[in-house]
């Protein structure tokens, strides 16, 4: 309780309130089976207030530096707490000042709101919020942005992309702006860069190809259907095979070019050794249909 009235009092240094923080971080290493206070106390959303209202959306590098060690902290005990509390987001200011920090900060920064994006996305509790984060167009630059990053900022924007393309009304926005042709090219340099998420990247994309202007994009450049069907069989693992299948369904279906580029770009020899291996029941029904 000391600590929370230091880091909640206006008489407090900036180097004070970042030893707070550090204090906090190593007394959260042990939860959830000790220092339950830390939530009982209502850490969390005293954290959120001190990173996101700030008094007309400051970002100085001092701000930057606390809101980096703060957001840490805050992530420990993000799963164990109230999430209601993101809902503060829904509050323009704030939601300014988070724009701000991911347009400011630095990669551990962008990455720990990346993860915060994504837990937004995917709770009921904070439905509203995410609604909110869909539909903003310097969001979604921001994230997208981080796709061409080869540490694990890259990793933390896919993760957030995904979250968000799970919501429909967000699934038009994130093609307008581009996101398919930035999934598309990070799974084509997955190989480069031992890149892990491409699973999780044609999953997206299966979600956006709802979306007519998607199907268009990928139609339209053969690029984009090489790397659905370099997604359809990995020596490695099946990861990602049931997506790349469905999604080449939704375009060959519909489009004699499609068809033409797939076959151009080895679909049936990968559906071959597909229906050769041991992947699920499920994904060599589909491999059948679209080899049909």
């Known amino acids: 309780s000391v600590l929370k009235h230091r880091l909640d009092s206006e008489d407090s240094t900036l180097e004070e309130k970042l030893e707070i923080v550090e204090k906090v971080y190593i007394l959260s290493?042990?939860?959830?089976?000790q220092n339950s206070c830390l939530i009982q106390l209502d850490i969390f959303p005293l954290l959120l207030e001190k990173i996101f209202r700030k008094v007309n959306g400051s970002c100085s590098e001092d701000d930057l530096r606390f809101s980096e060690r703060a957001l840490a902290c805050a992530l420990k005990l993000l799963p164990f707490s109230d999430l209601t509390s993101l809902n503060m987001l829904k509050e323009e200011p704030v939601l300014d000042c988070f724009l701000s920090l991911f347009y400011r900060g630095n990669v551990n920064i962008k990455r720990n709101l990346c993860?915060?994006?994504?837990?937004?996305?995917?709770?009921?509790?904070?439905?509203?919020v995410s609604i909110m984060l869909g539909k903003s167009?310097?969001?979604?630059?921001?994230l997208l942005n981080l796709l061409a990053e080869t540490?694990?900022?890259?990793?933390?924007?896919?993760?957030a992309i995904s979250a968000l393309s799970c919501l429909e009304t967000t699934r038009e926005n994130l093609v307008r702006e581009g996101a398919v042709e930035r999934l598309i090219a990070y799974?084509?340099?997955s190989e480069n860069y031992q890149r892990k998420l491409a699973p999780t990247a044609i999953a997206t994309i299966e979600r956006l190809l709802?979306?007519?202007?998607?199907?268009?994009?990928v139609i339209s450049n053969p690029s984009c259907v090489r790397a659905?069907?370099?997604m359809v069989f990995r020596v490695s693992d099946h990861q990602g095979s049931e997506s790349a299948v469905n999604s080449l369904l939704a375009l060959c279906c519909d489009s004699n070019h499609a068809r033409e580029e797939a076959i151009s770009?080895?679909?049936l020899t990968q559906l071959l050794l597909l229906l050769q291996s041991q992947c699920s029941g499920r994904t060599k029904a589909k491999a059948r249909m679209l080899l049909k």
Not at 115 to 128: A, C, D, G, L
Not at 210 to 217: G, Q, R, T
């Open 29 to 33: 290493e042990e939860l959830p089976l």
């Open 228 to 230: 659905l069907v370099k």
């Open 115 to 128: 993860h915060i994006v994504e837990v937004i996305s995917s709770s009921m509790e904070t439905q509203q």
């Open 210 to 217: 709802v979306v007519e202007s998607a199907k268009e994009v």
């Open 265 to 267: 770009a080895g679909v």
């Open 151 to 159: 540490s694990e900022a890259s990793e933390a924007g896919i993760k």
């Open 137 to 142: 167009t310097k969001l979604q630059q921001e």
């Open 187 to 189: 799974i084509l340099e």
